[in-house]
């Protein structure tokens, strides 16, 4: 069910799905939104769990743009901050935060920020700094001078699948990044890549699961054993055949390996 808060002074949309006493929050990438985790809502919230996939300020449903047109601030604090406040505002004093790439990169900020209400951590194709950065950066920018955002998703996204998903999750994922507001998605861009958080790794006291895809181009495996080896006693899993979208890739095996983890004591 698609639901409504303001969170910080902005409209935050999320899909909410389940009753139970624990709360999972997914957080997206930069090119995608809620609707990127609907096997996961449809499974977590049938094991019992209360769940809610987040539009990030800025992303799809959620607020993009002010009274005046402006753009809604856009940083990796606000969105960790805007999770950890949804998560107060929804009747939690805890939640498992999961996060795919930019959503790994917003759970490492609310590390940072210390804030109380990670119970566990789920970074799903992520990094702390990633190596190429500079050159990654005004990839987006760059492109879109000369092509639409949604000529650019057409390109960029099927780099994030397995190259054998079907047309219908590709065309879906295509969509997430094609409907964005480009400002906001460049400010997003510039965010998930301008970070290191390896400095603060070592002080994680959460459990912590890392997953990564054995096909990822984009955040490979080495990213995510540099996050598991810097977290006290993280947990590491490859999933094979997976690109950078593993939770949509293979979404029966992220769902095995993620429940496992949130029910161990």
Known sequence: MLEYRTIRGAKIAFERAGNGEELIVFIHGVGADKTGWAPQVAYFSQMGYSVAAIDMRGTGESQSRDESGLAVP??????????????????????HWVGNSKGGVVIMEAVRQKFSTIAKAVLSNTFAKHPDSTQILPRPAQALKTKSLTEFAAERIPFAHRTDISPEILNNSIRAMATKDVETYLLSWRET?????????????????????????ITPPSLGLEI?????????????????????DQPGEFNRVVGEFLKEG
């Open 193 to 217: 890549w301008s970070h290191d958080y390896r400095d603060i790794l070592p002080s994680v006291s959460v459990p912590a699961l890392v997953i990564t895809g054995s096909l990822d181009k």
């Open 74 to 95: 856009i940083t990796m604090a606000d969105f960790a901050s805007d999770v950890n406040a949804l998560i107060l505002d929804l009747g939690f004093e805890k939640a």
């Open 228 to 248: 598991a080896n810097l977290i006290p006693n993280a947990k590491y899993h490859e999933i094979e055949n997976a690109s950078h979208l593993s939770n949509l």
